[in-house]
């Protein structure tokens, strides 16, 4: 079993910076991608930008050129650093571990708030 704690949202001006961190304690041998995913008031749960174990990246349009996700095998954690950042950036940040077999749940964590005002 793995829990996910994320950590390093607030409130920050347009424009600015903010580095969300996500731990994992525990291991599971089934994971093999990690996510930040966010969620707006009143929207569905989106995609942000993943990793995958061999280092490979996605990323929500939205946010390509102004966010980096990375992760650091040895303290169990993945990283996204958030540049530029835009009011419509505003939500509750995820972050997801999805499994190897399509037939284990995804782990996920409690979420941590980003507030960017204008």
């Known amino acids: 079993q793995v829990q996910l704690v994320e950590s390093g949202g607030g409130l920050v001006e347009a424009g600015g910076s903010l580095r969300l961190s996500c731990a994992a304690s525990?291991?599971?041998?089934?994971?093999?991608?990690m996510g930040w995913y966010r969620q707006a008031p009143g929207n569905q749960r989106e995609l942000v930008a993943t990793i995958a174990s061999n280092g490979g990246t996605n990323y929500a349009d939205s946010v390509k050129g102004r966010f980096t996700i990375s992760r650091d095998n040895a303290k169990n954690t993945v990283y996204l650093q958030m540049n530029s950042l835009k009011p419509d950036d505003t939500g509750v940040y995820y972050c997801?571990?999805?499994?190897?077999?399509?037939?284990?749940?995804?782990?996920w964590g409690e979420g941590t708030l980003v507030t960017v005002s204008s």
């Open positions: 525990g291991s599971d041998s089934t994971i093999n991608t």
């Open positions: 997801n571990a999805k499994r190897r077999y399509f037939y284990l749940s995804d782990y």
